[in-house]
């Protein structure tokens, strides 16, 4: 099983730069999330889903946009990358069920310069 | 936002040498989850802990829930240089599902 997939696993962009970070799951969960990590700060949520066309913001989403046309993908953008924006970005997916168990793609490293 | 903090930041022991972490929180949760990260990877669930004084064993490694359920340890016997790995805990913070992390613990067991 592929499981959530990620692309792509490295980018450099300069600052100004828009791109797009893709993530797919063929798990058929409806909740999918991204997220990104610093160094001593674990993760941080920057936007989710709960279902096709729906979209809300987590912790961190400033500079970030989402949608969700499909269960399966969820892209994030960056309309205008800042160096403050690199990270390493990973996307998640979950089953709407009690436990909450979710299952992570192996993650974009992104360098703003 | 209700912070998890895990202790310590950093661990380096010797193949053999037992362990424990620790996630701390000031307010009291329904559920935690424990997750181990490799170099390069996403993380991945290894246990989900829900009630108060709960204990689970995954081989080598045993999870502990507080009887208050503001806290959870993670203790591993005899550690391998396979267990080396950012080890996170999570915690549900809100009704849409979202997760909040600690910050971690990095361990690394030397052979």
């Known amino acids: 099983n592929a499981g959530v997939t990620q692309t792509p696993k490295f980018q450099v962009l300069k600052t100004g730069q828009s791109m797009t970070l893709q993530c797919a799951q063929d798990?058929?969960?409806?909740?999918m999330s991204w997220y990104r990590q610093d160094p001593g700060m674990g993760l941080r949520l920057i936007h989710y889903?709960?279902?096709?066309?729906?979209?809300d913001q987590g912790e961190v989403p400033n500079g970030y946009n989402v949608s969700r046309s499909t269960t399966e993908d969820f892209p994030l953008r960056l309309l205008s990358a800042a160096p403050s924006q690199t990270s390493v970005y990973f996307c998640?997916?979950?089953?709407?069920?009690?436990?909450?168990?979710?299952?992570f793609g192996a993650g974009t490293r992104l360098s703003v310069l | 936002t209700q912070l998890l903090e895990q202790s310590p930041q950093f661990l380096s022991i010797q193949e053999g040498e037992n362990l424990t972490v620790y996630c701390n929180s000031s307010?009291?949760?329904?559920?935690l989850q424990w997750y181990r990260q490799e170099p390069g990877e996403g993380p991945v669930l290894l246990v989900t802990?829900?009630?108060?004084?709960e204990v689970k064993k995954l081989k080598r490694l045993t999870f502990q829930f507080g009887d208050a359920r503001k806290d959870s340890s993670l203790h591993i016997t005899a550690a391998q240089p396979g267990d080396t790995g950012l080890y996170l805990c999570?915690?549900?913070?809100?009704?849409?599902?979202?997760?909040?992390f600690g910050s971690g613990t990095q361990l690394t067991v030397l052979p």
């Open positions: 998640a997916s979950s089953y709407i069920g009690a436990l909450n168990i979710q299952y």
């Open positions: 798990m058929n969960h409806e909740y």
């Open positions: 889903s709960v279902g096709a066309g729906i979209t």
């Open positions: 307010s009291v949760f329904s559920s």
């Open positions: 802990v829900v009630t108060g004084g």
């Open positions: 999570a915690r549900d913070s809100g009704s849409a599902r979202q997760l909040t």
